[in-house]
């Protein structure tokens, strides 16, 4: 049995498991040297400090470089979505208004004379509206009602040709079917027969009524479940009795008015019809009432066959309209025929315009009759136009208000940009119309923008006043209150960032006739992320598991005989995140960089995890994190002993680096606990606990025993993480299901430097589309040199375009490997994982396969239906190639490797097309011209230097050729018979020259442009592309410098484009990785082989040389008596006879020569005073249990130093076991961390896997050859295709180039006039000369400009998307700040995750630091002395930020807060731009109170009480000095041993652990 860890290590019985997640063992103990400055107290003459390094991760850089320039961008997108969307929803619906009050039959309306000729403008006149402008206006309003249906009809469509679609049932079609008759009869009866004959205010508040099924849905479907159910009902029932107002006030106002007003009596059956259009998203089939728990079946069964039934019913919507319609206006056109005349209506017609008599107060008129008649009727011509203008502004109106208030709804800023104006439409819309019919009523020449005949349907007289008093209009306030409460859930949306539209809306359009209460109606209520807040248990009653439910991971609820394990928990849903970095042979700087992120993440989740646990809070954007990095040829040869291994000189790296990045990103000198060291079937691993209580393991790979390279890392991970701790867990497959969707691999390389903001982007992406099956970031190259710069713009301008245009006309074919984000349900899924094991057996497979892996991983993604995205907001930063040989060798691996996927995902692009939704026949048609484009690439570029010469140096196109022609068949012939080295150099040398013949090229190519003219061709291409790249840098202003290196990626076009292909394809059959390689360390014996095969092959070489000639006869067993030789170029032997070959002799002498050498060993060491060699031996002794119930330290004592290599021979050997005392474990540079022993399952599981998968691939010399002759021979096809296709391009182009007198294009732009005068005969001859393009040329240039367009009209479109994530990820500080009636809890509520990250902070926490020494300060008021002693006293400093954020929660006073003492806890200073005023302080503290409480209940129930112990303040200033003011002794203010008695029980005590007095919490400066 391993032994028992130490004592001061043991759990003491009672300890408090409440306070973290393992703190009764933390991270800081004495024999780990954990988080402390120092174990034993430091030396008086070593207390001088190095303060931890500033953040200066580019990452960081540039999110802080951001947040200004977004929130300002944050605010202009609220105050313009706000806007727009009120304004358009003003306008459309003051012009669905408009349109129905010209449908009143003989409508009479005052007009204008003033521009009309034959009208005096003296005089008042009255048109009389003819039927033609009914008929115009009802179909124009049919029209309105159309254009959304079939945009219903149309996403429908696509949605079901290009993706999946379900059949629904047939009760479930009938009841959509009938619901959305019902409402388009009702939609059609408002608009044709009610609204024309109320005046057009009463029609617009009557608009407010229709929300009476929502509303009596929505009160069936309250459960007891909710929270404050009574009153809900209650204000339900009130809501449901003011819309039913609505259905009789106006009926009974006109009763008896108008003898032909019947029509006034179908508003009741008109908004009641209208509201079932809104009945999906009010029913909950949780309800009680057994029809409503049927219509939420049919809502839950909607989401997958949504779209096959609108396909139908927006089509039967339209019918149903235009068949009311038709019967409405048969009930006002006296022949029903008229309705169909609509030719004569939409053309020109005349208006009946009559003079108007003012009478005086006696009925008299001021003239005779005989001289000014009653009737002078006068017409005058309708504008033909108008109707067609009115229906396209109401159209993009209303379209413009379901945008905007989608937009609003997907970055969060629904309440201000879309609830708001929604709630404000009718208002607004009201009180502009009051005042337009008002002025329209003092003077008809008020409105001159619209035709005199067009106007409202306005009340005379005092309008306000009149409503006010006679028509009950006040009313209305009731009715839009009503309205506000059943869509009071817009106000408090819950779903995700970038949320799709089926989430955001239950039906995919709008009804344009009543634009506000469809987009408020309509806005999904139920869309709440999976964990709610009653999810939430925070008070555990067990001491099992101090996590709460919605903590739980797999690992803890586990058990095979629980009832219900296979209902799905809440918390499988939570987001998993396993960061996976595969490692080889990073340096300090790139390590350090991905070890800084980790840091940060891990910083991130804590903070998250800690609000949720103690404030009570949900965050959506929560998730479980741990790092695995993957370590690939981890071990070498021992110095000490050659049968053994050691780490390499990497992993020392990384355990010597893991400190220094948590200072780094700390802020403070801590220490990370030295890792648990394990040994595993392949290899060994190492297990860091962090900060934040997430781990890192790092997996050291020995490539003896487990296959080594990226590729099989990766398989190695997926097979863990996915395999054996998801699918080989005793849970149920539906619970399994829900994991998998949730859990994410984030891909990580050595050297990549991210935000945690940056992982959370892609997490949104995955979360918004359950199809998506891998996400990628934004990569920036870092680095120095010429060649990172050439790479900046190379990938700005590939992530700007290339990616982005991927992105949104299909999927992105990449997502690196470097930083990406995998769902574990899309690698789990058949032909993915399995068939991402095979192991390369043909040559096109070393290629394919492991040259670029991560490619290949995403092709088999896209062929199995899967999404890849590119999220242009998720910045990720990599080291480059900074040299050009390495540069060379990396893109030596891509160029074939990405030509290999592709041309494997065109192959079968049928099957693709058909199993992926997001993969359609023209973004194959895009891939494949950008395959043509990069095949003929080089030839392109040839034919581009061949003209440029001509043009630059002024000759001819054959001497052009040559010139250019020679060097490329050259390097062709160096790539064929050098080695890569010398291939490298001429590469080298050739880009150089080629750099500055490019220059001269440009200058003259300038030159050219300027004689052909802007029009030409090439001038257009030119400006295009630069301005497309100028264009898009500007779209991207934080990435603005990328474009300063493109005049460097115009010089290097010919290597780049031209040498490196070339380069890449004939090294096609070297498959070696070519980046990082270094030479591993060799045993003797190898090195012995080596310098042995080395002298032979040398013997070999002199045989063959011309020396050897002159010896060819010599036998070298041959010796004489007498022998003379001259300079060795001849041998004279007398005598001659056979040289001895006595084996035993041989043998004999050199046993001699050893023990005289032994001998004289021994006499050394005795005078030297060391040991007999015998007893020299290893201090170890082998274990005799693979695993115990502790932990095992390791003893290093200083006879370790001593090397093995002679006990081994001398003395007994320790006998070792691979799987329990390796030998690499003893290494002193791995720290004195501790001993543990996988499970014996997971052991087997390795061993399994490996087994199957990832056995070491040792191949013999005759497999060797084999594959190296079928690559070469692969090499040999493939270029021999490509130089022929080439070949044959520039031939036909050069030769038509040479023709182009007889055949070419004349290019119509930028044509030269020549003027020519003949002095003799006075004649001008003027002639035209066009520019002559030869055809396969210009079709090229055509071609790739189609390139360019398809590229930067993605990119705007992406850009947008972009734009749209960034706002949606930004919270605004001032938005949050409290108003007067806000609480103090909801402040919290919103700002949970930031206060606890200033309350984790381990900065400060120990008072080491102070803010002048760390700032620089000003010198004379530093107090250096002061710290430096005060840092020598420090016995140990806090290394957890859970328990860094207790030591300040629980110190937080809600007295001393209300007495004003904001300084009694250290963060405030640090909370300033959280508003952290008394109020907060105190709600801090109230919160602070309930947790103790609730945990001291928990513990005194555990104990036996029935009832907890009652106090009257937890903080209590008596309490705190009899708790924890000592009689002695120097207290850890985090990890004081629960041992020690203070006089109250240690579950209670526990629960005031880190309360503080005021002393000891106010840190003075």
């Given at each position: 049995m391993p032994p028992p860890p130490p004592a001061h290590l043991q759990m003491v019985e009672g300890s408090d498991p409440e306070f973290s997640d393992d703190e009764n063992s933390p991270l800081n103990q004495d024999i780990y040297g954990g988080s402390r400055r120092s174990v034993q107290e430091t030396k008086a003459w070593d207390v001088f400090r190095t303060l931890p390094p500033s953040t200066s991760s580019l990452s960081e850089d540039n999110q802080k470089f951001l947040e200004i320039t977004i929130k300002f961008l944050k605010v202009f997108t609220y105050l313009l979505t706000f806007g727009v969307v009120l304004t358009s929803g003003v306008i459309t619906k003051g012009l669905v208004l408009l349109m129905t009050s010209q449908l009143k039959n003989t409508k009479k309306l005052p007009i204008c004379a003033k521009n009309l000729n034959g009208l005096s403008n003296e005089k008042d006149y009255v048109a009389t509206i003819p039927e033609e402008e009914n008929v115009v206006w009802a179909w124009v309003l049919l029209f309105c009602f159309i254009v959304p249906e079939l945009g219903t009809w149309f996403r429908s469509t696509r949605m079901c040709v290009f993706k999946s679609w379900k059949k629904p049932p047939f009760g479930d079609f009938f009841w959509v079917l009938l619901f959305e008759t019902l409402h388009t009869v009702g939609t059609g009866l408002l608009v044709y027969l009610v609204l024309p004959d109320l005046d057009v205010i009463k029609g617009a508040m009557l608009t407010n009524c229709v929300a009476f099924i929502p509303g009596l849905f929505g009160l069936l479907s309250r459960t007891r479940k909710e929270s404050r159910v009574a009153l809900k009902v209650m204000m339900d029932l009130l809501a449901l009795a003011c819309q039913l107002t609505g259905f009789v006030v106006w009926p009974i106002v006109e009763y008896g008015k108008d003898p032909n007003g019947w029509r006034i009596w179908l508003i009741p059956l008109a908004i009641l019809l209208t509201s079932f259009g809104w009945w999906e998203n009010y029913v909950d089939k949780h309800s009680k009432f057994s029809l409503i728990k049927y219509y939420g079946g049919i809502k839950e069964r909607l989401w997958r066959t949504r779209y096959f039934c609108y396909i139908f019913v927006s089509l039967w919507k339209c019918l149903v309209f235009f068949t009311v319609m038709l019967s409405a206006m048969s009930t006002r056109l006296q022949e029903f025929s008229t309705i169909f005349e609509l030719r004569k209506a939409f053309s020109v017609h005349s208006i009946n315009v009559t003079e108007v008599r003012e009478t005086l107060p006696g009925h008299t008129v001021p003239d005779f009759p005989t001289v000014a008649p009653f009737e002078n009727t006068v017409p005058i011509m309708s504008s033909h136009g108008t109707p067609v203008y009115v229906f396209l502004i109401q159209v993009l109106t209303a379209w413009l208000c379901y945008i905007f208030g989608k937009f609003a709804c997907k970055i969060c800023i629904q309440g201000?940009?879309?609830?708001?104006?929604?709630?404000?439409?009718?208002?607004?819309?009201?009180?502009?119309?009051?005042?337009?019919?008002?002025?329209?009523?003092?003077?008809?020449?008020?409105?001159?923008?619209?035709?005199?005949?067009?106007?409202?349907?306005?009340?005379?007289?005092?309008?306000?006043?009149?409503?006010?008093?006679?028509?009950?209009?006040?009313?209305?306030?009731?009715?839009?209150?009503?309205?506000?409460?059943?869509?009071?859930?817009?106000?408090?949306?819950?779903?995700?960032?970038?949320?799709?539209?089926?989430?955001?809306?239950?039906?995919?359009?709008?009804?344009?006739?009543?634009?506000?209460?469809?987009?408020?109606?309509?806005?999904?209520?139920?869309?709440?992320?999976?964990?709610?807040?009653?999810?939430?248990?925070?008070?555990?009653?067990?001491?099992?598991?101090?996590?709460?439910?919605?903590?739980?991971?797999?690992?803890?609820?586990?058990?095979?005989?629980?009832?219900?394990?296979?209902?799905?928990?809440?918390?499988?849903?939570?987001?998993?995140?396993?960061?996976?970095?595969?490692?080889?042979?990073?340096?300090?700087?790139?390590?350090?960089?991905?070890?800084?992120?980790i840091l940060r993440m891990d910083e991130d989740q804590s903070a998250r995890r800690v609000a949720q646990k103690y404030l009570k809070v949900v965050d959506l954007d929560y998730y479980e994190f741990e790092t695995h990095i993957f370590?690939?040829?981890?071990?070498?040869?021992?110095?000490?002993?050659?049968?053994?291994?050691?780490?390499?000189?990497?992993?020392?790296l990384l355990v010597n680096l893991m400190d220094d990045a948590a200072t780094h990103v700390h802020q403070t000198n801590i220490r990370i606990r030295p890792p648990k060291k394990f040994p595993t079937p392949y290899g060994g691993r190492l297990v860091w606990t962090l900060p934040g209580k997430t781990k890192i393991v790092a997996h050291l790979k020995d490539k003896s025993k487990i296959r080594h390279k990226k590729r099989w890392s990766q398989v190695m991970y997926m097979y863990y993480l996915l395999g054996f701790k998801l699918m080989d867990q005793p849970i149920s497959v539906d619970r399994k299901e829900v994991i998998a969707e949730n859990t994410f691999l984030l891909t990580l390389d050595g050297d990549i430097d991210f935000a945690p903001s940056a992982v959370a982007l892609l997490v949104d992406l995955m979360k918004k589309n359950t199809n998506l099956g891998a996400a990628c970031g934004r990569i920036h190259p870092v680095g120095s040199g010429l060649m990172v710069w050439y790479q900046m713009f190379e990938y700005a301008i590939g992530h700007w375009l290339q990616k982005a245009t991927e992105h949104m006309i299909g999927c992105v074919l990449c997502s690196p490997g470097c930083f990406s984000l995998f769902r574990g349900k899309a690698l789990m899924d058949d032909n993915v994982m399995a068939r991402y094991t095979t192991k390369s057996s043909q040559a096109r497979h070393y290629v394919q396969y492991d040259q670029g892996e991560d490619r290949w991983l995403c092709t088999l993604l896209l062929q199995r239906g899967y999404r890849v995205e590119y999220s242009a907001a998720s910045d990720a930063y990599t080291h480059a190639p900074e040299g050009f040989s390495e540069f060379y060798n990396q893109r030596r691996r891509w160029v074939p490797s990405t030509m290999a996927n592709i041309m494997d995902l065109l192959q079968d692009y049928k099957k693709t097309i058909e199993v992926n939704d997001n993969i359609s026949l023209p973004y194959i048609s895009y891939q494949t011209m950008l395959m043509a484009?990069?095949?003929?690439?080089?030839?392109?570029?040839?034919?581009?230097?061949?003209?440029?010469?001509?043009?630059?140096?002024?000759?001819?196109?054959?001497?052009?050729?040559?010139?250019?022609?020679?060097?490329?068949?050259?390097?062709?012939?160096?790539?064929?018979?050098?080695?890569?080295?010398?291939?490298?150099?001429?590469?080298?040398?050739?880009?150089?020259?080629?750099?500055?013949?490019?220059?001269?090229?440009?200058?003259?190519?300038?030159?050219?442009?300027?004689?052909?003219?802007?029009?030409?061709?090439?001038?257009?291409?030119?400006?295009?592309?630069?301005?497309?790249?100028?264009?898009?840098?500007?779209?991207?202003?934080?990435?603005?410098?990328?474009?300063?290196?493109?005049?460097?990626?115009?010089?290097?076009?010919?290597?780049?484009?031209?040498?490196?292909?070339?380069?890449?394809?004939?090294?096609?059959?070297?498959?070696?990785?070519g980046t990082r390689e270094i030479a591993t360390k060799k045993t003797k014996k190898e090195l012995e082989a080596e310098r042995k095969a080395a002298e032979e092959a040398k013997k070999m070489k002199k045989k063959d040389g011309l020396l050897a000639f002159l010896h060819k006869d010599q036998m070298d067993n041959d010796e004489g008596s007498i022998e003379f030789s001259l300079a060795g170029l001849f041998k004279i032997m007398c005598c001659i006879h056979e040289k001895p070959n006595d084996d035993r002799q041989q043998l004999a002498s050199i046993a001699s020569s050893l023990e005289s050498l032994k001998k004289r060993f021994e006499t050394i060491e005795s005078h030297m005073g060391l040991p007999p060699a015998g007893r020299r031996r290893s201090s170890h002794q082998p274990r005799s249990s693979l695993r115990g119930d502790g932990v095992s330290v390791i003893s290093e004592h200083a006879g370790d130093d001593y090397s093995d290599s002679e006990s081994e021979k001398s003395g007994p050997k320790e006998e070792r076991d691979d799987l329990v005392n390796p030998y690499w474990m003893e290494d002193k540079a791995l720290k004195r961390g501790e001993v543990d022993y996988m499970p014996g399952a997971e052991v087997q599981f390795f061993k399994d896997l490996i087994e199957k998968y990832l056995y070491p691939l040792i191949k013999n010399g005759t497999e060797q050859k084999q594959v190296e002759i079928e690559l070469k021979e692969l090499r040999n096809k493939s270029f021999f295709g490509f130089f022929m296709l080439n070949a044959l391009f520039v031939l036909i182009v050069f030769l038509l180039q040479l023709n182009k007198d007889e055949l070419h294009i004349d290019w119509p732009l930028g044509v030269k006039e020549n003027i020519t005068i003949i002095p003799d005969t006075q004649e001008v001859l003027i002639s035209q000369e066009y520019l002559q393009l030869e055809p396969i040329g210009l079709v090229f240039v055509f071609f790739f400009a189609l390139i360019l367009v398809i590229q930067f009209v993605a990119m705007l479109f992406h850009r947008f998307g972009t734009i749209s994530h960034i706002l949606a990820s930004t919270e605004l500080t001032c938005c949050n700040k409290k108003a007067e009636d806000a609480t103090e809890d909801a402040f919290i509520q919103k700002n949970a995750v930031d206060i606890v990250r200033q309350l984790q902070r381990l900065k400060g926490i120990d008072g080491d630091y102070d803010s002048d020494s760390v700032q620089g300060g000003q010198l004379g008021r530093r107090k250096t002395i002061h710290n430096l002693e005060r840092h020598r006293q420090k016995k140990q400093a806090i290394g957890t930020l859970d328990v860094a954020f207790k030591k300040r929660f629980f110190s937080i006073s809600a007295e001393a807060a209300e007495n004003g003492l904001e300084t009694e806890t250290p963060v405030l200073g640090n909370m300033r731009r959280l508003s952290m005023r008394r109020e907060t302080i105190k709600a801090l503290a109230e919160r602070r109170e309930t947790v103790v409480q609730e945990r001291r209940q928990s513990k005194m129930q555990t104990m036996g009480a029935k009832k907890p112990r009652t106090r009257t303040s937890i903080a209590s200033e008596a309490d705190n000095q009899r708790v924890f003011t000592p009689t002695g002794g120097n207290i850890n203010d985090a990890y004081e041993s629960d041992t020690d008695n203070y006089g109250i029980p240690p579950s209670v005590r526990s629960a005031l652990r880190f309360a503080r007095t005021e002393e000891n919490v106010i840190y003075k400066p």
């Open positions: 201000f940009s879309f609830a708001f104006p929604v709630n404000l439409t009718i208002p607004v819309s009201i009180s502009l119309l009051i005042t337009a019919c008002g002025l329209r009523f003092d003077t008809a020449c008020s409105f001159s923008v619209i035709p005199e005949y067009l106007f409202w349907e306005c009340k005379n007289g005092d309008i306000l006043n009149d409503f006010l008093n006679n028509d009950y209009a006040w009313v209305w306030l009731f009715w839009l209150l009503s309205q506000t409460w059943i869509t009071l859930h817009i106000w408090t949306p819950k779903c995700e960032r970038l949320a799709s539209t089926e989430k955001l809306f239950v039906t995919p359009m709008y009804n344009s006739l009543l634009i506000d209460q469809s987009l408020a109606l309509n806005r999904r209520r139920d869309d709440e992320g999976d964990v709610k807040t009653e999810d939430l248990n925070l008070n555990p009653d067990d001491h099992e598991n101090e996590v709460s439910q919605y903590y739980e991971t797999i690992s803890i609820h586990t058990d095979s005989s629980n009832n219900n394990t296979s209902k799905i928990k809440s918390s499988d849903h939570i987001i998993r995140i396993y960061a996976t970095a595969t490692m080889w042979h990073e340096n300090e700087e790139e390590m350090m960089e991905m070890l800084k992120s370590f690939d040829d981890a071990f070498e040869i021992s110095d000490d002993n050659e049968d053994e291994n050691v780490v390499n000189q990497f992993v020392k484009g990069t095949i003929l690439g080089p030839a392109t570029i040839f034919l581009m230097l061949v003209g440029a010469f001509v043009a630059a140096f002024r000759i001819g196109n054959w001497l052009s050729f040559q010139y250019n022609i020679i060097p490329i068949l050259l390097f062709m012939v160096t790539c064929f018979t050098l080695k890569s080295a010398w291939q490298l150099i001429v590469a080298q040398i050739m880009s150089a020259s080629y750099a500055l013949i490019m220059m001269a090229v440009i200058v003259g190519t300038t030159l050219q442009l300027g004689e052909d003219g802007i029009g030409s061709p090439s001038a257009i291409f030119l400006i295009a592309l630069s301005g497309s790249f100028f264009i898009a840098a500007c779209m991207h202003p934080q990435e603005f410098k990328c474009i300063i290196p493109g005049l460097l990626y115009l010089l290097c076009i010919p290597s780049m484009y031209l040498l490196l292909i070339i380069y890449s394809l004939i090294n096609l059959n070297i498959v070696s990785w």
